[in-house]
């Protein structure tokens, strides 16, 4: 229920004051005391919504338990003896109410507890009149409509309920699929993107390879004939030497990435390669302390990939975890566990750092191929891992990690598909988290 519709009067409330307007001009017309508790009534109809939206648990209950006594009221002032007033029917609004409030057994004990205030006026009466013959019928028939009615009603509100949340959950799945579909779109855009620059480029890192070997070769050449004679000269010999080999080093990690991948998948256990790669980056890091956290999820199974260029992943995305911590140091969080992108179950890896975490406007361009932001960097670390995961029919993904709540790191999602029969891995039951 939306606050709006209860701001406003509705088409529906004036009906209702309409119809308390009716039994208010029947007879008894001069009792003050039912004139006030039908304004009452009417009052509370309307402010009803609002106490339920204030106090979602309790309101409800409040607002059966005040139109009980309401209506107690209106029988009380309606009677000589209560048990005999013509209003009795106004028990039906607490019972209806509870009907579309709660489930049938709290429905049943709703209607049990209004039947028990309606027929407690027979204690009084009982007291001054003699029971009438056939007044017991009476009241138990009175009673059993109340309880027909509830049930009634509970089962039209259940259904409706069932309804309602069957929408609210197609609506979910709906804006899910969407969610997916959207990124899976700016995936291909992306893969489509790395291949057209990976073969235009290709093309021109295997034309830069052959000059540079023959600088090279010559630049050595020169340095040998002039190392005595011109010490200068063998100098800048030296430097064109060194810094053809780092140009040639460079084409070659180019043509790595350039070259179309040769992948042999298997079933392997991701937890152990990742292991590997936290292990290779450990021993090679001279930075600031950095606290690793392993959460993984026990006896998860074998996932479907190429062993050595998965290390690669995991390496690169680890790498750049600890180099956003390069500063002052941090904690770096690696938890995996079992996913699913749409139908397909596979591997979830999460790698969480707690550096400075990426800027909104670089998040697409951090897969380009060299892009860096690092000065010694090259910026083939994660398009490498972006066309690894792509050939593994997996995926990567960036979160969304707005500042301000704690947590300011990049968070990086990989997902791996599962070998095609998943097996529980024995080694796996005894991996400890
Ligand atoms: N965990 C991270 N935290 C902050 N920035 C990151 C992280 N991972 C990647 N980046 C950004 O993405 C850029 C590209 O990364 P990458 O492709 O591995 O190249 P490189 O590491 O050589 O710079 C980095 O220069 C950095 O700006
Ligand atoms: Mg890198």
């Known amino acids: 229920m939306s606050a709006e519709r209860h701001s406003k009067l509705g088409w529906m409330d004036l009906l209702w004051l309409l119809f308390l307007l009716g039994l208010a001009l029947l007879p008894p017309v001069r009792e003050i005391h039912k004139q006030m508790i039908l304004l009452a009534i ?30 107690m009221l209106l029988i ?56 009438a013959p056939g007044a017991i019928e009476e009241l138990a028939l009175r009673i059993l409509f109340f309880f027909l009615a509830a049930m009634v009603v509970n089962r039209f509100a259940t259904e409706n309920n069932r309804q309602t949340r069957r929408y609210q959950m197609l609506a979910e799945q709906l804006a899910k699929t969407n969610r997916e579909l959207e990124q899976a779109q700016a995936e291909a855009r992306r893969s489509e993107r790395l291949a057209a620059l990976g073969q235009l480029s290709a093309g021109l890192a295997h034309e830069i390879r052959n000059p540079l070997g023959i600088i090279k070769g010559s630049a050595e050449i020169l340095n040998q004939r002039v190392q005595t004679a011109e010490p200068l000269a063998a100098e800048l010999a030296g430097y064109i030497s060194t810094e053809v080999n780092r140009l040639s080093a460079l084409v070659s ?16 256990s991701v937890p152990e390669i990742v292991d590997r790669a936290l292990r290779a980056v450990a021993a090679n890091w001279s930075g600031p302390e950095i606290k690793v956290e392993r959460h993984f999820q026990r006896d998860l199974p074998y996932a479907a990939v190429d062993e050595n260029l998965c290390e690669q992943v995991f390496v690169n995305l680890v790498q750049n975890a600890y180099d956003a911590m390069s500063e ?17 179950p596979g591997i979830e890896v999460r790698v969480i750092d707690s550096g400075p975490g990426i800027r909104a406007e670089l998040r697409e361009q951090i897969f380009n191929p060299f892009f860096t932001t690092k000065k010694s960097g090259v910026g083939l670390g994660l398009s490498i891992v972006s066309k690894i995961v792509d050939e ?22 990989i997902f791996l598909p599962l070998a095609e029969q998943a097996v529980i891995p024995e080694a796996e039951a005894a991996y400890k988290a």
């Open 76 to 131: 009380s002032h309606t009677g000589e003896v209560g048990i005999n007033s013509s209003y009795y029917p106004i028990f039906y609004l607490p019972i209806v109410t509870a009907a579309v409030y709660f489930d049938a057994w709290l429905t049943l004990a709703w209607t049990l507890i209004a039947s028990a205030a309606y027929g407690s006026y027979l204690l009084p009466a009982l007291q001054e009149y003699e029971l």
């Open 328 to 344: 002052s140091g941090g904690r770096l969080r690696i938890s995996i566990a079992l996913g699913a992108r749409g139908e397909r």
């Open 42 to 71: 009417g009052v509370f109809q309307l402010l009803e919504g609002r106490l339920v939206e204030r106090l979602p648990k309790r309101g409800q209950s409040y607002a059966v338990l005040l139109k009980i006594l309401l209506a």
């Open 253 to 268: 990690r180019f043509l790595d990435f350039a070259r179309p991948l040769r992948i042999e998948t298997r079933a392997c």
């Open 392 to 413: 593994h029919r997996g995926s990567i993904e960036l979160l969304d990690r707005p500042p301000g709540r704690g947590e300011s790191g990049a968070c990086f999602v």
